[in-house]
Each structure stands twice: as structure tokens, then as C-alpha cells.
Antibody
């Protein structure tokens, strides 16, 4: 059975840093593309970042480029989102999306950026 | 960054058929944008319905179908059920990055 579980969400002040984790069971994180998607309260979905399988090439939305870094640890079968210089408009529920053809979504990790 | 457009809201009668569309500010949507469609119900995580324009996951009900229609991607719901009332999002890919549409709220009434 496939499981996707995010963790690391928190309330944090503007300018701070946070690391989200996405633990996967049921397949290897190194063999599939994995994506972070976020949803601000009451708003639509926003694509954030992807790490491709194989060589681990990454891509970012313009809104987070230079501040967020996506990575993975194959030994722990976990993906990460390192978030720096957080702003109020980064407040959102962050979903991990994994598996062949974005099949599986976690339940999300809430990040609140507020002073 | 490209802008992806969807109808804000649509209404369908139970048993009826409805088509949602997904357009791109850069021009025609093609298979090279690898269009996806997702369904999200209130308080739940999204669910992936369609990938690569028209392919379904094992859990996608047969009444949903995806296609390229003119210069847009399309999601057609044939034989709408009350449980299909939800927000539907399309996702297009541009050189490795993704952009979601604003979502379409579908009401079954």
C-alpha cells in the first residue's frame, strides 16, 4: 500500500526558515518524479517545485525560486522542501505529490508565516 | 510565467454532461504540456483523475474523460453524479515547471 506523509509544518515569523518532509512507503523516491504543491487558505492550488527521478534535476515556481530548495534522501525514502526567507504569502497547506503520474497526494503540512 | 485559465464555475444536472476547459496564455495547449486534471472536495486533498491529456488512473470513474479540444485541454463528465460536485483543477507543464489553472467549481443541481 502506498503512503505519502508530510511533516514539519509550523507557525513561523517572516524571514524565518523551515524544512518540510515527505515520507513515502510503497515505492522508491529515487525512481519517480516528486512534486510540492501548496494551497493558501481558501485559494486554489499552486505548483511549487519538482525533483525528477534519475539525476535529480529540479525546477521551481518563480514565486519561490532562490528561497526554496527541494531534495531527497533515498536511504530514508523521503523528500524535503527547505524554505528560507519565508514571507506572509508563503502561508499555505503544502502537499507532497508522488508516484507515477502524480498519483498519490499526502494530507498536507500547514505552514503559517506571521509576526 | 504562463497563465492557465479555467471557467470559474459550471452547473450540471444529475445525469447530464459537462465539459471543463483549460487554456494557456502562451497559445494552444498540446500533448507536450502533459495536461493533468485533479478533483478536490472540501476539506480533502486533491485526487488525480487524468494525466497526459486523456489517461486515467485505476480509481478514475469511467464517466470522466480527458481530451484536447481545439486549442485547449478538456475534461468531460458524462452522467454527472451528486458526488461529482467539487473543484476541478487543470495543470499544464512548461519546460519542466508546472502551472495550475484557477479551478472550476462544479455544481450538480
Amino acid at each position: 500500500e502506498v503512503e505519502v506523509v508530510e511533516s514539519g509544518g509550523d507557525s513561523i515569523q517572516p524571514g524565518g526558515s523551515l524544512r518540510l518532509s515527505c515520507a513515502i512507503s510503497g515505492f522508491s523516491v529515487s525512481r519517480i518524479d516528486m512534486t510540492w504543491v501548496r494551497q493558501a487558505p481558501g485559494k486554489g492550488l499552486e505548483w511549487v517545485s519538482i525533483i525528477f527521478n534519475g539525476g535529480g534535476i529540479t525546477s521551481y515556481a518563480d514565486s519561490v525560486k532562490g528561497r526554496f530548495t527541494i531534495s531527497r534522501d533515498s536511504s530514508a525514502n523521503t523528500m524535503f522542501l527547505h524554505m528560507n526567507s519565508l514571507r506572509a504569502d508563503d502561508t499555505a497547506l503544502y502537499y507532497c505529490v508522488a508516484g507515477p503520474k502524480n498519483a498519490y497526494w499526502g494530507q498536507g503540512a500547514m505552514v503559517t508565516v506571521s509576526s | 510565467q504562463a497563465v492557465v485559465t479555467q471557467e470559474p464555475s459550471l452547473t450540471v444536472s444529475p445525469g447530464g454532461t459537462i465539459t471543463l476547459t483549460c487554456g494557456s496564455s502562451t497559445g494552444a495547449v498540446t500533448s507536450g504540456h502533459y495536461p493533468y486534471w485533479f478533483q478536490q472536495k472540501p476539506g480533502q486533498a486533491p485526487k488525480t483523475l487524468i494525466y497526459d491529456s486523456s489517461n486515467k488512473h485505476s480509481w478514475t470513474p469511467a464517466r470522466f474523460s480527458g481530451s484536447l479540444l481545439g486549442d485547449k485541454a478538456a475534461l468531460t463528465l458524462s452522467g454527472a453524479q451528486p458526488e461529482d460536485e467539487a473543484e476541478y483543477y487543470c495543470l499544464l507543464h512548461y519546460s519542466g515547471s508546472g502551472v495550475f489553472g484557477g479551478g472550476t467549481q462544479v455544481t450538480v443541481l
